[in-house]
């Protein structure tokens, strides 16, 4: 088993109006909402400012598949954002599996007492967080990186 690979990381939850950003302390114990960002020209640039704002060491994306695990709309759109955040941030980006991230998130806001309606602001940062923490868990257990990483040599 490897050595725990000790840094602050950042979960992100692309969706298509808005991203769901969290991020773990040095030891990869605890994942914890940071912000919502809007999705729009300026969403790369922000993400950057956070992973800058928090050191991180790695930035975790969602790959929202379907429950069969083949790629949607939704997967193709994660996997360009993510190209995207590699290219401007210049940090490894991986990409993991985050199937259920939203509906868990969901789940969790709602016995906490929250509708839906009031969760919308802050269920994908809700979501990052699920998406980060299952990933933290997965290495600590495996010893390996979750995920997929995006390569970032020019296509």
């Given at each position: ?69 083949e790629d949607t709309a939704s997967t193709r759109d994660?996997r360009e954002f993510a190209e995207a955040l590699a ?56 010893g390996r990186a979750p995920g997929t990483p995006i ?5």
């Open positions: 088993m490897s050595q725990w690979r000790r840094g602050t990381r950042l979960g992100i939850d692309v969706g298509r109006a808005r991203i769901g950003v969290a991020k773990c302390d040095p030891d990869g114990l605890l994942a914890t909402p940071v912000e919502t960002v809007p999705r729009d020209d300026g969403s790369i640039a922000r993400i950057v400012a956070l992973a800058d704002e928090n050191a991180a060491i790695e930035l975790l994306v969602g790959l929202p598949m379907n429950l069969k695990g994660a290219a401007a941030s210049g940090l490894p980006v991986r990409l993991v599996d985050e199937r259920l991230s939203t509906v868990s998130a969901h789940a969790a806001l709602r016995s906490s007492g929250r509708s839906q309606r009031t969760s919308r602001t802050i269920v994908d940062q809700v979501a990052a967080v699920v998406l980060l923490q299952q990933a933290l868990d997965v290495e600590k257990s495996t390569s970032q040599e020019p296509a």
